[in-house]
């Protein structure tokens, strides 16, 4: 089942929990437009692959073979790149029923971290708000500066407010699991994880 920013899939044994939304990250209009992973990975692929090229362009004339062979090697640098430096970090979160209990696995570059603890440890799934100003205001006028320019002016708030859904444990700790500017979609969220992993639901509080 996916549901916009994250994806649950159930098993007879568990309900596990998807998502890349789980960092409280900057905001950044321009960034988010011309940066994705795609873009990162051309212009590292791009930069490298020059600098072999300025390497072996000296006192060594570079023929059509040779370019070819350059152009295959930033072919498997775009890959290489993509799949393994600028790939998708997702976490996962599993809610195993048979001895209720919660298991969350966060992305690592090379290791993944893990972590298991009884429902009994957990005192409630949440959500809290956050507020906070946009930083970047220079970015911020000229996207607007852009969409006035093309006809279609566009009202951007300079306060950005989201919602944290966090696993609140009895030692006072808070993990946070997902992160989403939209509540409904949040407390919609936490209805399906209620239905689908049913021991959670006496731990379960909506926004």
Do not use: C, W
């Given at each position: 089942?996916?549901?916009?920013?994250?994806k649950i899939?159930?098993?007879?044994?568990?309900?596990?929990?998807?998502?890349?939304?789980?960092?409280?990250?900057?905001?950044?209009?321009?960034?988010?437009?011309?940066?994705?992973?795609?873009?990162?990975?051309?212009?590292?692929?791009?930069?490298?692959?020059?600098?072999?090229?300025?390497?072996?362009?000296?006192?060594?004339?570079i023929g059509?073979?040779?370019?070819?062979?350059?152009?295959?090697?930033?072919?498997?640098?775009?890959?290489?790149?993509?799949?393994?430096?600028?790939?998708?970090?997702?976490?996962?979160?599993?809610?195993?029923?048979?001895?209720?209990?919660?298991?969350?696995?966060?992305?690592?570059?090379?290791?993944?971290?893990?972590?298991?603890?009884?429902?009994?440890?957990?005192?409630?799934?949440?959500?809290?708000?956050?507020?906070?100003?946009?930083?970047?205001?220079?970015?911020?006028?000229?996207?607007?500066?852009?969409?006035?320019?093309?006809?279609?002016?566009?009202?951007?708030?300079?306060?950005?407010?989201?919602?944290?859904?966090?696993?609140?444990?009895?030692?006072?700790?808070?993990?946070?699991?997902?992160?989403?500017?939209?509540?409904?979609?949040?407390?919609?969220?936490?209805?399906?994880?209620?239905?689908?992993?049913?021991?959670?639901?006496?731990?379960?509080?909506?926004?």
């Amino acid at each position: 089942m996916k549901n916009g920013n994250y994806k649950i899939v159930i098993t007879p044994d568990m309900v596990s929990f998807y998502t890349e939304n789980f960092l409280l990250e900057e905001r950044s209009f321009v960034h988010h437009a011309l940066m994705n992973r795609e873009v990162s990975s051309i212009l590292a692929s791009s930069f490298l692959t020059g600098l072999m090229i300025a390497i072996y362009s000296f006192g060594v004339e570079i023929g059509i073979l040779q370019m070819a062979g350059f152009i295959t090697i930033f072919v498997l640098l775009f890959i290489l790149l993509r799949s393994m430096v600028f790939k998708e970090r997702v976490l996962r979160v599993d809610f195993i029923k048979d001895n209720e209990a919660i298991r969350v696995i966060r992305p690592g570059f090379l290791k993944k971290g893990m972590e298991e603890f009884s429902i009994n440890e957990v005192k409630s799934l949440s959500v809290s708000r956050l507020k906070r100003e946009i930083k970047n205001r220079d970015a911020l006028e000229f996207v607007k500066k852009i969409s006035y320019q093309h006809g279609t002016p566009l009202y951007i708030s300079e306060e950005e407010e989201l919602y944290l859904l966090g696993i609140d444990m009895m030692d006072g700790s808070r993990k946070v699991i997902y992160v989403d500017r939209n509540i409904d979609m949040m407390n919609k969220l936490l209805r399906e994880l209620e239905r689908f992993a049913g021991f959670i639901k006496e731990k379960v509080v909506y926004a």
